[in-house]
Nanobody, 118 residues
Framework: QVQLVESGGGLVQPGGSLRLSCAAS????????MSWHRQAPGNERELVAS????????NYANSVKGRFTISRDNAKNTVYLQMNSLRPEDTAVYYC???????????WGQGTQVTVSS
């Protein structure tokens, strides 16, 4: 079955950086676009960034554009989110997702907590 395991979260000061990883299994990773989402307490889950199956096309939410970079390694079945210039409003649980037909699927990992605070 599809399994997505996120890691790399933690506590970081404003202006700092983190790199999240999502290890995928149970499907042919290179055939699917992937995405990162986040959910802060009291908020709906929002799309942060997406990447095409071969990695040649990426898209970002306006709130993270220029600060976050999504990438993937199809040989390692892993998608990454490099987060720079972090802000307190980036605090959330971050999830990766397998995209199906250009849409968010019901395939979620357990998430990884990112807390930006001084």
């Amino acid at each position: 079955q599809v399994q997505l395991v996120e890691s790399g979260g933690g506590l970081v000061q404003p202006g700092g950086s983190l790199r999240l990883s999502c290890a995928a299994s149970g499907f042919t990773f290179r055939n699917y676009a992937m995405s990162w989402h986040r959910q802060a307490p009291g908020n709906e889950r929002e799309l942060v960034a997406s990447i095409s199956s071969a990695g040649g096309s990426t898209n970002y939410a306006n709130s993270v554009k220029g600060r976050f970079t999504i990438s993937r390694d199809n040989a390692k079945n892993t998608v990454y989110l490099q987060m720079n210039s972090l802000r307190p409003e980036d605090t959330a649980v971050y999830y990766c997702n397998r995209r199906i037909g250009g849409r968010t699927s019901n395939d979620w990992g357990q998430g990884t907590q990112v807390t930006v605070s001084s």
